[in-house]
């Protein structure tokens, strides 16, 4: 095999790789353009979750005003009853607040100030090993969240195509 054609392998075998790291930190902005604020309705931030796809790698962004709100990540039961007692990491203060998400698994936050959280200011996720699907948990203790499924980018598969056409 040339010298070319190894360094073309190479550049293809580079920019997938840089394609996939790409692809599994997605930044969601929690609430969308809404940010992270006391709700118009309780539903907002899971109606938001629910449209998302959280793997492992992907970062939260948390848009609001540092002292008016905080990010508290909770426990089940604590993000139940609104409680910040049994935090599960540093409460965040100062906004936007940016959190990679590092592990499998659910998740609850929420806004320990006053009576936001009670006023819905609160959400759950599942996050994912892989970016194949995600689903976010409901508030209530039995759910039934819509699936949400992603197709691997087709585009990759046709540069490595288009590519090795030439070669």
Excluded: R
């Amino acid at each position: 095999m040339g010298s070319n054609k190894v360094a073309v392998i190479g550049a293809v075998l580079a920019m997938l790789a840089i394609l996939q790291l790409a692809e599994a930190q997605t930044q969601h902005v929690v609430g969308g353009s809404e940010g992270w604020k006391i709700p118009s309705n309780d539903s907002t931030y899971q109606d938001w979750a629910n449209n998302q796809n959280f793997s492992v790698g992907d970062i939260l962004v948390f848009n609001f005003v540092t002292n008016q709100h905080d990010v508290v990540e909770v426990p089940k039961d604590s993000y139940d009853i609104c409680s910040p007692e049994f935090a599960m990491n540093t409460t965040i203060m100062k906004g936007p607040a940016h959190l990679t998400l590092n592990s499998s698994g659910q998740f609850y936050y929420i806004c320990s100030f006053g009576t936001h959280c009670i006023q819905g200011q609160k959400l759950a996720i599942i996050v994912s090993n892989s970016s194949s699907s995600s689903l976010a948990p409901s508030p209530q203790s039995s759910w039934s969240p819509a699936v949400v499924t992603t197709t691997p980018t087709a585009a990759a598969a046709f540069s490595l195509i288009f590519i090795f056409s030439f070669i």
